[in-house]
């Protein structure tokens, strides 16, 4: 008959047991390792990652050669999660590990690592399911690097200098800012903030500073509130906009396309904009800010979407098409 070899969950279930039973006295070694089926080298490892990941206190005695809880403990009584749960938090932990080399975050690398060997202990995801679950790719993020000292910066309320060249200019320009946030968008990093020249809020991508001109200073001027969650929830994207209004767009989904953009919306909505959902078509009510985020985002829907309104962005979407049409022609 084939040896059934405990888990390491299971071992650390048995450990936890026996240390309880016995109520704060040291249990041996040896009476451990039969317990739980381990050899001495790996008992310690149990002992050791216990400790690590669910904070046991588990004392050694040298007089007796046996491990005891220092104080009342039970392994059942961490988190207790699903089947179903373990495996969603597996999936965010995966992705979690994608941005795990971006300096803010090294910190959580230690914490990431604890949950990842957390969730496998207690989840033992057969080997070749990795063949049947796959995450999409997160590329590296250009312009990580200066997160840090930009953090820096904003916590210190300070302003910055740098060079920054934009895709279609040949050289460099100096500006002076003062950074109210960091956003991503679309796997690009960039500094929003207010600068100094133009007197306005304005958005840079990392990628396009020059790392070594960064420099903090400080500035007696003073700067307007700023709201970031207000600002970005009238458009897509990044760009800024200063008095640009927020306009009413009706767009018209395929029942198809509709069930995907019901799940994931590229734009909020509520329910009250819903004006109409059958069998023909799903027309829904937007309110927000047309740019070419927008041209994009509907443009890459090809004929699964058409707008309604405004005639404007009606405009907008078939230049769009009809440039790339061109292009094959």
């Not at 007796?64 to 220092?70: A, E, L, V």
């Not at 202990?121 to 990795?130: S, V």
């Not at 796997?187 to 991508?205: D, L, S």
């Not at 800024?240 to 767009?249: F, G, L, N, S, T």
Request: net charge positive.
């Amino acid at each position: 008959m084939k040896k059934i070899i405990p888990t390491q969950y299971e071992r650390f279930q048995k450990i936890n047991q026996r240390l309880q039973a016995w109520g704060g006295k040291p249990v041996s070694k040896l009476e451990l390792m039969n317990y739980c089926g381990a050899k001495e080298r790996t008992l310690k490892e149990d002992i050791a990652m216990m400790r690590e990941l669910y904070q046991a206190p588990i004392k050694y005695d040298y007089k007796i050669k046996g491990f005891y809880y220092s104080q009342p403990f039970d392994l059942e009584m961490r988190v207790h999660l699903t089947k179903s749960e373990l495996a969603a938090l597996d999936a965010a932990v995966q992705t979690l590990r994608q941005f795990s080399h971006l300096e803010p975050f090294k910190e959580l690398n230690s914490a990431v690592t604890k949950l990842d060997q957390a969730v496998k202990y207690r989840f033992q995801r057969p080997k070749e399911e990795n063949n049947y679950l796959q995450f999409e790719y997160v590329p590296v993020i250009p312009g990580g690097e200066l997160i840090a000292p930009l953090l820096d910066v904003m916590r210190g309320r300070q302003w910055v200098t740098f060079k920054h060249r934009k895709f279609e200019a040949n050289v460099s320009n100096t500006y002076h800012l003062f950074p109210y946030l960091i956003k991503e968008h679309r796997n690009r990093w960039y500094v929003v903030g207010w600068e100094k020249t133009r007197q306005h809020i304005r958005a840079f991508g990392l990628e396009r500073i020059e790392e070594s001109s960064l420099t903090a200073f400080e500035n007696a001027d003073e700067v307007p509130v700023f709201d970031s969650k207000a600002y970005f929830e009238k458009a897509l994207g990044i760009a800024i906009y200063d008095q640009e209004p927020v306009e009413e767009v009706i767009l018209s989904f395929t029942p198809f396309q509709a069930n995907y953009f019901k799940t994931q919306p590229f734009f909020p909505y509520h329910p009250e904009n819903v004006i109409c959902d059958n069998s023909i078509e799903f027309r829904v009510k937007l309110h927000l800010i047309i740019n070419k985020e927008i041209v994009y985002e509907l443009a890459r829907l090809g004929a699964e979407v058409r707008v309604v309104s405004p005639a404007k962005l009606i405009q907008q979407v078939c230049q769009y098409h009809q440039a790339a049409l061109e292009r094959y022609q």
